[in-house]
Structure formats: C-alpha cells, structure tokens
C-alpha cells in the first residue's frame, strides 16, 4: 500500500484547509485510516481516525474543528481542518492499518507527510 498525502499549506488563524491522502497498490486489506501530526522535537500525535464503518475519533485538540472522512471506493481519507489556530500547525501524516500475513495481522503505512502552517 502506498499513500499519497496532499493539500497542506500556509493559512491564517481561523482559516480552513483540507488534506486529502490516496492510498494505491494492495488496498483491498486496508482498515482503519487516520491523520497524525508532528513538530520537531515532538512524538506524532493522533488527529483523527476513521473506521472501515465510519466511525470517527478525534484529539481533544480538534474536536469541533476537524471532520475526518473517506471514500473507501476510491480509497482515499480527508481531513476537513477548519477554525484553524497556530498551534494546528505541523507536518500531517496520513496512515492506514492493513491487514497482513497469514494468521493476518496489522501493519501500518504510512504517507510522506505534507506541511501545514497557521499564521497568527
């Protein structure tokens, strides 16, 4: 599975942008797919995850502010980011839990991460 993250960019506060990732390859045996974030110097921190029903979870951080979706016919997760404050801004990785191996387990992918800025 490969993973195509795009739509980052530079906004101001209170701006919206939304993030798209396309996962391609082996992806009939994709679950679960979320957003994480990261700046330097910080461990990634979870977004947002959406099941394979829909299900959604966000970080307290962008409950309100964030809507996570997916078509899971073309294979891609969204993240609708509005309300946007300084602090939202980081590199964004998109990941998706796959289901490997024989007995099957789960493997994560990962996208190349595209930069969102939020200036004040």
């Known amino acids: 599975v490969q993973l195509q993250a795009s739509g980052g960019g530079l906004v101001q506060a209170g701006g919206s942008l939304r993030l798209s990732c396309a996962a391609t390859?082996?992806?009939?045996?994709?679950?679960?797919m979320s957003w994480y974030r990261q700046t330097p110097g910080k461990q990634r921190e979870l977004v947002a995850t959406?099941?394979?029903?829909?299900?959604?979870n966000y970080a307290d951080s962008v409950k309100g502010r964030f809507t996570i979706s997916r078509n899971k016919p073309e294979n891609t997760v969204l993240l609708q980011m509005t309300g946007l404050k300084s602090e939202d801004t980081a590199v964004y990785y998109c990941?998706?839990?796959?289901?490997?191996?024989?007995?099957?387990?789960?493997?994560?992918?990962w996208g190349q991460g595209t930069q969102v800025t939020v200036s004040s």
């Open positions: 390859g082996t992806t009939f045996g994709i679950r679960a």
């Open positions: 990941q998706a839990k796959v289901a490997v191996g024989s007995p099957r387990g789960l493997a994560d992918f």
């Open positions: 959406i099941s394979t029903d829909g299900d959604q």
